[in-house]
């Protein structure tokens, strides 16, 4: 079936750079796209969502880019923190709220 | 924002018991929730979805007699692992949509351990 996947499984980045991770996903029908943080032994935290009507969404320190044309999603943080180590995941929805995971990306900020 | 408890957080059993989850919804009601479960370095993988005042819908893959799930409810639906054997020692998570945004609420998560 159809699934929502992560491009690389691990990034490692120097405190204060910026980080990106990026997401494919191949359903063309999802409208709504969630980037959630997970840490060790907790349950996703939602970090900044989308819908499809839209290119680009900005938060606090964190901005969600989405490319239709090529079924693209990324989430850029600015002046990553140790704080942001963890594993974040996008997720689609495929209708009535159900949600398709990605395989996760690890963050590690080095100090 | 709306928070969502689960309880416990951890449990150990032993293979051929059964095991409850429970999953509330503290300061909304729900009417539908969800049920996932992720394995180690794995991703979120949807189980089933919960219906208050009906049956519950099983993924495929899922068996439904093995995870019974009631929402029994506007704020709460227990998740039961029956017969647990050690395959089925994993990290449970729960979630409740908004019902006013397609945000959901997801709970803390419950580490089974079946030994």
């Known amino acids: 079936g159809e699934s929502v996947g992560l491009h690389l499984p691990t990034l490692s980045v120097q405190e204060g750079d910026n980080s990106i991770i990026n997401c494919a996903y191949s359903?063309?029908?999802?409208?709504?796209f969630i980037w959630y943080k997970q840490e060790s032994g907790k349950g996703p935290q939602f970090i900044i969502d989308?819908?499809?009507?839209?290119d680009k969404r900005q938060g606090q320190r964190v901005t969600v880019l989405l490319n239709k044309t090529v079924k693209h999603l990324s989430l850029q943080i600015a002046a990553t923190q140790p704080g942001d180590s963890a594993v974040y995941f996008c997720?689609?929805?495929?209708?009535?709220?159900?949600?398709?995971f990605g395989a996760g990306t690890t963050v590690t900020v080095r100090a | 924002g709306a928070v969502v408890s689960q309880h416990p957080s951890r449990v150990i059993c032993k293979s051929g018991t059964s095991v409850k989850i429970e999953c509330r919804s503290l300061?909304?009601?729900?009417?539908?929730m969800f049920w996932y479960r992720q394995f180690p370095k794995q991703s979120l993988m949807l189980m089933a979805t919960?219906?208050?005042?009906?049956?519950?819908?099983?993924e495929q893959g899922v068996e439904k007699d093995k995870f019974l799930i009631n929402h029994a409810s506007l704020t709460l639906s227990t998740l039961t692992v029956t017969s647990a054997h050690p395959e089925d020692s994993s990290f449970y998570i729960c979630?409740?949509?908004?019902?006013?945004?397609?945000?959901?609420?997801f709970g803390p998560g419950t580490r089974l351990t079946v030994t």
């Open positions: 919960s219906n208050e005042g009906s049956k519950a819908t099983y």
């Open positions: 997720a689609e929805n495929w209708g009535d709220y159900k949600l398709s």
């Open positions: 989308i819908r499809s009507n839209m």
């Open positions: 300061d909304f009601q729900a009417t539908t």
């Open positions: 979630s409740a949509p908004s019902s006013r945004t397609y945000e959901q609420y």
């Open positions: 359903n063309s029908a999802s409208d709504y």
